[in-house]
């Protein structure tokens, strides 16, 4: 007796075990099923027209292309990256990674996302003037009120240049809000490059605010001096110089932040089941590259047209059909050059 409930104790325990190590692997082999399913592609909007204007083009080609639908997802740099990490997000077309570089490289080494292309790398950032002060504009009829003006170090000679409207006898350099973190980089520069006695630093309230002060010095032909970026629409819309600071170097730049603003490529990244879920997309995805030059245009577009990002990566791809078109198949281009014609 005892021999026979031996065997059928041992013959249950078997099929227990069978029955688990199947459902193991049913669930694993639906895991690995579900990670292929996929018929929605959902992008990141941190909150600027260029990545905006980047999400457009990519669900252009996306949905005409590959017949996959397109969503996006808003929120902040930190909660999009987040979102990517988790799955939540498939794609993010322009990640800054050197604004967001301790989070970037950890959700890089942890597998969680992948960089698939750079988008552009030749953006810009740092003190600016309108060309003008520099080389004047005869057709305005404006002079060179700073002809010798080329570095952020210069200044120093043109503090009555630049004076600054509420505290007469120093100049004024726009600086960025007071809440983003590279405002007291650009402290920190008016420092290292012994303007403080010169200049009083100004921290708007805004990035709104930065574009007025510029826009209004600029429309009347006065001198202006101040933070700001490329690609963006106030770049491409008007001529403006980027003064010179020594070249990048990492200690220099941890020390003092007396150099030119670190490298900062933008790339696309993928969460990093995509390539599983959706090959045809990170392939295309990795051929996705642009240029400050090719962007600033399309931005400067949506502010004189004032189009909505869709209408100007519809604009901008009839204008550069013979760049997107080489970034997929060829089957793909005619379905999203029939669909936009």
């Known amino acids: 007796m005892k021999k026979v409930l031996i065997i059928v104790s041992s013959l249950i325990l078997m099929i227990l075990a069978a029955c ?25 909007d941190a909150g600027w027209d260029s990545i905006r204007f980047h999400n457009s083009v990519a669900q252009t080609i996306i949905e005409n292309g590959y017949g996959y639908k397109t969503d996006v997802t808003n929120g902040s740099t930190a909660a999009t990256i987040q979102g990517l990490r ?26 969680d996302i992948e960089k698939v ?3 552009f790398d030749d953006n810009k950032q740092g003190l600016w003037v309108p060309t003008y002060v520099i080389e004047g504009d005869e057709e305005r009829g404006i002079k060179a009120a700073a002809p010798d003006l080329k570095t952020v170090k210069d200044l120093e000679q043109y503090k009555d240049v630049f004076e600054d409207p509420e505290k007469p006898g120093k100049g004024r350099i726009i600086g960025a809000p007071s809440g983003w973190a590279l405002s007291e980089y650009l ?7 012994g303007l403080q006695e010169e200049y009083n630093y100004f921290r708007p309230g805004s990035d709104a605010a930065i574009v007025t002060s510029l826009a209004s010095a600029y429309e009347a032909g006065e001198p202006w001096v101040g933070y700001y970026w490329s690609p963006t629409w106030v770049t491409a819309k008007y001529d403006m110089t980027l003064l010179e600071e020594p070249e990048f170097n990492e200690e220099q730049w941890e020390k003092n932040r007396g150099t030119e603003f670190p490298p900062n ?9 995509l390539p599983d879920q959706a090959p045809e997309v990170v392939d295309f995805l990795s051929n996705y590259e642009t240029s400050s030059d090719l962007t600033g245009e399309a931005l400067k577009y949506m502010k004189d047209e004032d189009a909505s990002a869709d209408e100007a990566a519809i604009w901008w791809m009839k204008k550069h059909e013979d760049l997107w078109s080489e970034w997929v198949s060829e089957e793909a281009a005619t379905k999203v050059k029939e669909a936009i014609k």
């Open 20 to 44: 688990g190590s199947e459902g193991a692997s049913s669930s694993g082999s639906d895991s690995e099923s579900d990670k292929k399913k996929i018929d929605k592609i959902v992008l990141a």
């Open 187 to 193: 402290a920190t520069k008016v420092e290292t490059y």
């Open 265 to 273: 490529d933008v790339v696309v990244a993928v969460n990093s089941n």
């Open 117 to 119: 292309a750079v988008n």
């Open 86 to 111: 988790q799955g939540d997000i498939n794609a993010y077309m322009e990640v800054w990674t050197d604004n967001i570089k301790e989070l970037y490289t950890e959700s890089i080494e942890s597998g």
